[in-house]
């Protein structure tokens, strides 16, 4: 595992899929055996799934492996600036404008198509943990992602097509 964090939340998953999945044990093997099984499997998956992603802490500037391109100071926990830079030109601020309008645009959907977009484009989870948080079925998940992710494209090509405001 790459980071603490990320052995913890394995941990956790797996809690949950045994307890959630516990009156679904056989008894074919030891509950310590299960228990073990579950978690070699969710380990395996979380760490496919991270091998697929970088974080910024891993991206090093000119040659010097001590230091990061990225300042992490620079961030606050929820990704954006803890202090914004200074003079932003215009092509940012248009940019500022469009991500409002897809947020208007999300907002704007049915709760469902919301919830998934939202879980899967905005927060990063994949579409199994989505299945997982909101209930759904893999296929009923894909559909609403579709119909929402359709839906927030069309807004936004309406925007392009308006200009800035």
Known sequence: MPSRS??????????????T???????????????FRILTNKAKTRGRREA??????????????????????RFARDGHWSTPP?????????????RERVEAAIAALPPNQRAVIT???????????????????????R???HRARAKVRAAFERYLEEGPR
């Open 119 to 141: 879980l899967r484009d905005v927060e990063g989870l994949s579409a199994e943990e989505a299945c997982n948080v909101l209930g759904l079925s893999e296929t009923n998940q």
């Open 86 to 98: 200074r003079g932003v030109p215009e092509e940012r601020l248009l940019a500022n404008e469009a």
């Open 21 to 35: 999945g516990l009156e679904r044990f056989e008894e074919r093997s030891a509950l310590k055996t299960w228990l």
């Open 52 to 73: 697929r992603s970088l974080p910024f802490s891993s991206f090093v500037g000119d040659g010097d492996e001590a230091e990061t391109a990225v300042v992490v100071d």
């Open 6 to 19: 990320v052995a913890e939340e394995v941990v956790a998953d797996t809690w949950l899929a045994v307890v």
């Open 143 to 145: 559909v609403l992602l």
